[in-house]
């Protein structure tokens, strides 16, 4: 769950990287695990399913594809930075979209390989940073619970703005910086062993109006917030509370 870029216009002079060498060690770590539904992510699969409703209702909206569609991105090019070992590109390529994911550890990078390999699933994975990756003109560009393991936001965000298509989608998610989220994410989740310890900092989190303060400053205009809850007895839902974590719907301003 890690990467990064620059600049408002395609990459150009000196980048800086926005790779946490010591958060991509830590996520790295954790690779071979990634697909354990049980394991150090099982939190992540739990979040996933909300996580790829949210995107596809997005998707849907924005290029005016019926929600029946069972390849509602045939054709269409996705970009998942921090993409770990997959989660989110594998069902990206399921809908047809032609799926890139970038990541900044390359143990992340070897078990997304390894499991989309038998499944017949043509992603193109990429152990590199954002700022260093190049390529635009893509028309869906997620990243999910990465902003706040990077080093440098600005260039991150500007990375992220670098590779979207001028009529492109953008989905991102993040835990919001509130007393909740120290709660939930951060004492008690890595406390219980739920999540591992070191995952989150709470000082790296992002409110939703700094996130957008940062997307601004990117050319991208936020079309939507929702929240995510969670519950011990239901799992992870969409909410109009956004204390604990949130996803956004951008677009090119």
Known sequence: ????????????????????????????????????????SAMLHRLNPVRLGYIRDAVNLHFGIKADDLRPLAGKRALDVGCGAGLVCEPLA??????????????????????????????????????KFGESGFDL??????????????????????????????????????????????????MTGRIPKGTHHHDQFFTPEEL??????????????????YSPSHGFSLSDNLALNYLMTVVRG
């Open 94 to 131: 399921r809908m047809g979209a032609d799926v890139t994911g970038l990541d900044a550890a390359p143990e992340n990078i070897a078990a997304a390989k390894a499991h989309a390999e038998p499944q017949r699933l043509n992603i193109d994975y990429r152990n590199v940073g954002i700022e």
């Open 141 to 190: 560009v997620t990243s999910l619970e990465v902003i706040e393991h990077v080093d440098d936001t600005d260039s991150f965000v500007a990375g992220l703005a670098n590779a979207l298509a001028d009529d492109g989608l953008m989905i991102l998610s993040t835990p919001n910086r509130t007393a909740m989220s120290k709660l939930m994410l951060v004492d008690l989740a890595e």
């Open 212 to 229: 957008e303060k940062l997307l601004d400053s990117a050319g991208l205009k936020v079309m939507d917030t929702t929240g995510l809850s």
């Open 1 to 40: 769950m890690t990467n990064a870029s620059i600049s408002n216009s395609p990459v150009s002079g000196a980048t800086k990287s926005t790779i946490n060498a010591q958060e991509a060690a830590h996520f790295g770590a954790l690779a071979a695990d990634w697909w354990d539904p049980n394991g150090s």
